[in-house]
């Protein structure tokens, strides 16, 4: 299985230290759909589980599900009552993205002072199984990994194993027979639920719900999914956007936008997707999947504030 890597190349010999501030930003845009955010950065909140009766709505903004719930995926159409995915069969349909190798062109700003990476992401669906990988490698600065492996359902992932690695390993156990998700690191589980996903999986798990029956996510429609990362589980919330045509390295791709709600969403009033915002605390972040490539990535943005950004842009798939 190829991963993804990561090299960072800074301005001056006298900047070393633009790579290491300016790594949780870039691992924070890859989080966003690829797994690896700080939790300090992720955009981890925005709509909880719907509840299933009154006294579900007292847990419904927390990262616990709702009593009742019977999915960790919730999908909001407007206009429209929430649904738990999984309930009715045939409005949970699920198509396995194709198996890819996207090589990533990737700039941002620290502080106002530029960077350039290159990424890698790869992902393998085989025989009702897969594996996802991904490494970022930065130079004096050491290596992080994350892989998530599991089975693939009628509904789509069902992870097993997370790990998340750097100076430390952790692992992640997601128990479907105990109903329990187990960490490694400490000894406190949470509870599980069908269609519960890991901060690697969720990605393609978007990408294959909207792949099957992209007419039953309209402009506005919410998807709330549990996430688990290598210490929690909590909900993250994605919004569909309009599609664009987007100009990449790779060439002009028509591409669907999700919007990653942050905690400091209180609408689902887009962001403004450049620097030139007059809001010093802007934190936004989205993703665009593009439908002719089974709805993987092309475009990965985290902004924070007008002078740091991350744009990851496809280049080779």
């Known amino acids: 299985m190829k991963v993804l890597s990561v090299v960072m190349r800074p301005l001056t010999l006298t900047h070393l230290s633009i790579p290491s501030m300016a790594v949780s930003l870039l691992t924070a845009a890859l989080g966003l759909g690829l797994g690896l955010a700080p939790p300090a950065l992720a955009a981890e909140t925005g709509a909880a589980l719907a509840p299933a009766s009154p006294l579900a709505a007292e847990n419904a903004d927390s990262a616990i599900p709702a009593i009742g719930a ?15 995915w999984g309930a009715d069969p045939q409005a949970s349909v699920w198509q396995a993205p194709p198996a890819a190798q996207l090589s990533f062109q990737v700039q941002g700003l620290f502080k106002g002072m530029g960077y350039q990476a290159k990424a890698k992401l790869s992902w393998q669906p085989e025989a009702g199984q897969y ?17 998530s492996i ?7 992932l069902q992870p097993q194993v997370f790990l998340d690695a750097s100076s430390r390993e952790h692992s992640v156990s997601l128990d479907a027979q105990q109903g329990r998700i187990h960490f490694s690191r400490h000894e406190n589980s949470e509870p599980w639920l069908p269609s519960t996903q890991d901060r690697l999986s969720v990605f393609f798990q978007l990408a294959g719900m909207l792949a099957a029956a992209p007419e039953r ?8 999914v549990q996430t688990v990362s290598k210490s929690s589980v909590k909900p993250w919330t ?30 689902d009033t887009p962001a403004p997707a450049d620097t030139s915002t007059d809001t010093a605390n802007l934190t936004s972040s989205a993703l665009w999947l593009a439908a002719q490539w089974g709805y993987l990535p092309v475009r990965i943005r985290l ?5 740091d950004k991350v744009e990851l842009l496809l280049q080779q798939r």
Not at 70 to 84: D, F, H, L, N
Not at 303 to 307: A, D, I, K, Y
Request: aromatic content about 4%; proline content about 10%.
């Open 131 to 147: 594996e996802a990988q991904q490494t970022i490698s930065l130079p004096l600065l050491g290596r992080r990994s994350q892989s």
């Open 217 to 224: 996510y309209p402009q506005g429609t919410q998807i709330t």
């Open 238 to 267: 994605f919004i569909v956007r309009s599609p664009q045509a987007l100009t990449l390295p790779i060439g002009t791709v028509e591409a669907l936008q999700l919007e990653h709600l942050s905690a400091a969403s209180s609408t």
């Open 70 to 84: 019977i999915s960790a995926i919730t999908v909001r159409v407007p206009g429209k009552a929430p649904q738990y």
């Open 303 to 307: 902004q924070e504030g007008p002078r």
């Open 150 to 156: 599991g089975q693939i359902l009628p509904t789509g």
